[in-house]
């Protein structure tokens, strides 16, 4: 029973990193590969919301460092992003990032007329910041 429990409570140790990472890589090479590009769309969606999280995970780490709940329920709620009964990715991206995206480049059309392309337009971003 001790060699049985010590696995189970640090199934997570391999849980966290398949699923949150080994699975979509596998997954997003086969969509590369694939001819349809619905697949394409939701592992980079995957992917954006991904980076997202680690980047508030890393910010807010003294505060969820006290919060013992937090991976387990990061874990599933990547779970729920990756698995492809419930395509998560795409429904958290089509509903908030999209929209928001919307919102923005309602806010704030790109300037410089209709001829510019996106090349131009991210060397004008460029050249503001500098």
């Not at 995957?46 to 980047?55: N, R």
């Not at 709940?69 to 395509?87: R, S």
């Not at 929209?99 to 923005?104: C, I, M, N, T, V």
């Amino acid at each position: 029973m001790g060699k049985s429990w010590a696995l189970i409570s640090h199934l997570h140790t391999i849980a966290g990193p398949s699923i949150t990472l080994l699975y979509p890589l596998y997954a997003s090479v086969c969509a590369m590969e694939s001819p349809s590009k619905v697949d394409d769309e939701q592992w980079l969606s995957y992917w954006i919301i991904y980076s997202f999280i680690t980047l508030l995970e890393m910010l807010a780490e003294p505060v969820l460092y006290w919060i013992p709940v937090w991976y387990p329920v990061k874990v599933l709620f990547v779970a729920w992003l990756v698995l492809p009964q419930f395509k998560g990715a795409s429904f958290i991206y089509e509903k908030l990032v999209r929209d928001q995206l919307r919102r923005y480049r309602a806010r704030y059309p790109a300037k410089g007329g209709a001829g510019m392309t996106a090349v131009d337009d991210h060397k004008v971003h460029i050249a503001k910041a500098s």
